[in-house]
């Protein structure tokens, strides 16, 4: 018997639903020709601000760019500290050490994989008493669900910084009551085609309540454009998104909600039938995640064995992230939390993601959750 073909992430079967429209909204992009900031933009931005229930939501051309302008609007530079998770991607480190200031790395809870407030708490106490200019907090929202953001946010208030929250794989989750888009002093999103809301190329978007930080950013996106586009009242980067996406993503951010309620439950159809062979995720109370990926741990088993098996039974397979930030070389000797980051290096080497995606069927899903128990038996 032939081995399915199973996609991990489906944009195609997406795609199909939505053609018709995609086409035609690109079609109107082609006809006004107006590539750069056309209307399709400011359409989106006001999309989204309704969606997440913000003031402001500012598109720009890629998550990473997203992070890096809402430091920009922070001022951070050489001799500011700014603290982050160690198991993330590594743009959430990246802009904080291209800016030449110093990202510091504290460990992570186990069961959401997200930043650890008791963990912070500490973390900050050390800095402060080491004489570290810390000036913010980098949290993220990992594999899709909302941090801890009500002891966060305490603790980051009572130190004085500032609070940037990175969707990179997040936006559309819900933190009791509270939408991602609307905690902290900003939150950022990717639009990366894999991520739960994807254009067909890179986007990202900023959002915030702030009116004078929604209009320092259109600025530092622009060049650093004052009212005239040629005088240019700050250093900026080019940072725009384009029509095109924007477009795109109009169609998409449409059938957006459906879509977070179809991951949900694929989500609990796995936890149902994995919850006795794997460490399934667990979402705190209260919390909504759009399930970027699915996430599970097979403690004390050989993962290469279980991926190997799930491979050869046509299973695809991710392993975010394999190695913590504080362990890579373009980061190893940045400073981390004196406590030492165990649980990250831990999950590191047991974590691996399942398909996750709003149209995965059940039969599919079956599969799947066979292969796995199988794999894991043997492993």
């Not at 944009?11 to 079609?27: N, S």
């Not at 001022?75 to 510091?104: I, K």
């Not at 079956?366 to 292969?371: N, T």
Request: hydrophobic share 40%; net charge negative; charged share 20%.
């Amino acid at each position: 018997m032939t081995n399915p073909t199973i996609p991990f992430i489906d944009l195609a079967t997406q795609q199909k639903r939505i053609r018709d429209k995609v086409d035609a909204a690109v079609a109107k992009v082609l006809d006004h020709g107006q590539y750069i900031l056309g209307p399709e933009v400011a359409q989106l931005e006001k999309d989204m601000a309704a969606f997440s229930g913000v003031k402001h939501a500012i598109a720009c051309s890629n998550g990473t760019d997203a992070l890096t302008l809402c430091l920009m609007a922070k001022n951070v530079g050489p001799g500011d500290v700014v603290v982050c998770p160690s198991f993330t991607f590594a743009s959430t480190a990246e802009v904080v050490a291209q800016l030449n200031a110093t990202p510091l790395f504290v460990d992570i809870d186990e069961d959401s994989y997200n930043l650890d407030p008791e963990k912070l708490k500490a973390a900050l106490s050390e800095a402060k008493a080491a004489g570290h200019n810390v000036v913010g907090v980098i949290a993220v929202d990992l594999f899709g669900q909302p941090a801890d953001y009500d002891a966060i946010e305490t603790i980051v208030r009572d130190a004085g910084l500032w609070l940037l929250c990175d969707a990179a794989q997040g936006y559309g989750g819900v933190y009791k009551g509270r939408k991602v888009g609307t905690i902290g002093d900003f939150t950022t999103t990717s639009f990366f085609p894999a991520k739960p809301l994807g254009c067909y190329g890179d986007g990202g978007a900023i959002y915030t309540n702030d009116d004078d930080t929604a209009d320092l950013l259109r600025s530092l996106l622009f060049h650093g454009k004052g009212s005239d586009r040629y005088d240019n009242v700050r250093i900026g980067m080019n940072g725009r998104l384009d029509t095109m996406q924007a477009a795109i993503l109009i169609e998409k951010l449409a059938i957006f909600p459906d879509e977070i309620v179809s991951r949900n439950e694929v989500a609990e159809r796995y936890s149902n039938g994995l919850s006795n062979v794997v460490k399934v995720p667990r979402i705190a109370d209260g919390s909504t995640s759009v399930w970027a990926q699915y996430v599970v741990r097979a403690p004390g088993k050989d993962r290469q064995k279980i991926l190997s098996y799930l491979s050869s039974k046509g299973v695809p397979t991710a392993v975010y992230y394999p190695k913590p930030l504080h362990q890579q070389t373009a980061y190893k000797d940045f400073p981390q939390a004196s406590a030492g980051l165990p649980v990250s290096e831990t999950v590191a080497q047991d974590v691996f993601a399942l398909p996750m995606h709003p149209y995965l069927d059940e039969e599919t899903q079956r599969y799947i959750i066979e292969q796995v128990t199988e794999a894991v038996r043997l492993a």
